[in-house]
T-cell receptor, first 114, second 114 residues
């Protein structure tokens, strides 16, 4: 069965420190991987995606993510966290030729403290 | 210039009632989705339409019926509402059935069944 895991319900980091939000996946074939962010009472916003090519992808608001095929991971990173980064982050995977279906992780709440 | 819009934003109703949520996208996308986000923020796909054709129909009670009058609209009708239907419902769209495309989410409809 296809699945996406975000092992941490919550990540706490001080402003200015680097942050990492973890994501691992279990799918058949070569997946497409996505990160979304959700601010309170808002819909999800697309941050970045990995389709093919360079394993390090850069996205919105200074975020980046590294695709690691051997570890089946796609961790989200940012070198220096901002208080405004505090939000709920979702990892998602899409399996090619599987009728548009997205599988979302359970979400990780990022708290950035001043 | 809203990309994906949903109405209403909030919906409070009693058990047993029938209600509808409307979704419209002005992005020219071919594919639209309905997701349910429960109180623990877990996001689950319910339905997906491509060019008005149903392509994903997850294990959802028959009380839920999507309708797509055209490519730009995907409505969700719910019959005989139950307490467990309380959740936030998100509409989303993506350009085509291509797997490499991200989804664009609406702001959500918070449904409360009393």
């Amino acid at each position: 069965a296809q699945s996406v895991a975000q092992p941490e319900d919550q990540v706490n980091v001080a402003e200015g420190n680097p942050l990492t939000v973890k994501c691992t996946y279990s799918v058949s074939g070569n997946p497409y991987l996505f990160w979304y962010v959700q601010y309170p009472n808002r819909g999800l916003q697309f941050l970045l995606k990995y389709i093919t090519g360079d394993n390090l992808v850069k996205g919105s608001y200074g975020f980046e993510a590294e695709f690691n095929k051997s570890q089946t991971s796609f961790h989200l990173k940012k070198p220096s966290a901002l208080v405004s980064d505090s939000a709920l982050y979702f990892c998602a995977v899409r399996v090619p030729y599987n009728f548009n279906k997205f599988y979302f992780g359970s979400g990780t709440k990022l708290n950035v403290k001043p | 210039d809203t990309a994906v819009s949903q109405t209403p934003k909030y919906l409070v109703t009693q058990m047993g009632n029938d209600k509808s949520i409307k979704c419209e996208q002005n992005l020219g996308h071919d594919t639209m989705y309905w997701y349910k986000q429960d109180s623990k923020k877990f996001l689950k796909i319910m339905f997906s339409y491509n060019n008005k054709e149903l392509i994903i129909n997850e294990t959802v009670p028959n009380r839920f019926s999507p309708k797509s009058p055209d490519k730009a609209h995907l409505n969700l009708h719910i019959n005989s509402l139950e307490l467990g239907d309380s959740a936030v419902y998100f509409c989303a769209s993506s350009p085509t059935v291509s797997d490499s495309y991200e989804q664009y989410f609406g702001p959500g409809t918070r449904l409360t069944v009393t």
